[in-house]
């Protein structure tokens, strides 16, 4: 009976469907949408991120975003998280999944948005990004803040094909010069919110 054992777990994973996962995405502009993992992830932002002040700080924009289990999207994270990689945009929207994760899930943390882009910050850095679907060239954005180191900021853009409201470029404090990742020209970014204390 004991060697019957794994082929039998064998055999109830062979008829479990393929979801897309850990490597499975390009770092293109369907990336998103081609882990099926992210999709949670990404809809919430979206819809989240068009959440304009005073709402975006506090109870609005937390409780759009920080939706608790088993309606929220916090059990994809790490698979959509693997699914992004290969540019500094996705990279970087990977770090700020993680924190908007943390913020929401510990104290401490902290979360907001101006009704274009959604931010999640701790004591030592802030992630932002404002996700667009791209149909009409407009690019998405990530950013990366640590507060006590300025050379590790980052800023990306990447043109995302969401099927999504657009919604904009976001208007914010800081500029600062990029790399495209849709195109090779330098671009110039206006993003990051700064966090609320």
Not at 57 to 66: A, F, L, M, R, Y
Not at 111 to 139: E, P, R
Not at 183 to 195: D, E, V, W
């Amino acid at each position: 009976m004991l060697s019957s054992l794994p082929l039998m777990a064998l055999a109830a994973l062979s008829a479990l469907p393929y979801v897309p996962g850990v490597g499975a995405a390009s770092s293109g502009p369907n990336a998103l949408k081609a882990c099926t993992y992210c999709e949670p992830i990404y809809t919430t932002m979206v819809k989240c991120q068009t959440i304009k002040r005073p709402g975006g700080i506090g109870d609005e924009i937390t409780n759009c975003v920080c939706v608790p289990n088993p309606d929220g999207w916090y059990p994809y994270l790490h698979k959509c998280r693997d699914c992004l990689s290969g540019s500094d945009f996705y990279d970087t929207l990977a770090q700020m999944i993680t924190q908007l994760f943390t913020s929401c899930t510990n104290k401490g943390g902290n979360v907001v948005s101006d009704g274009q882009s959604i931010c999640a910050s701790n004591a030592m850095w802030n992630l932002c990004a404002s996700l667009n679907d791209g149909s009409d060239g407009t690019l998405s954005w990530a950013s990366f803040t640590r507060f006590s180191d300025a050379s590790q900021n980052t800023n990306a853009t990447q043109l995302l094909y969401l099927d999504a409201p657009n919604k904009g470029s976001a208007s914010t404090t800081s500029v600062s010069s990029v790399k495209s990742t849709a195109s090779a020209s330098t671009t110039t970014l206006k993003c990051c919110l700064q966090p609320q204390r």
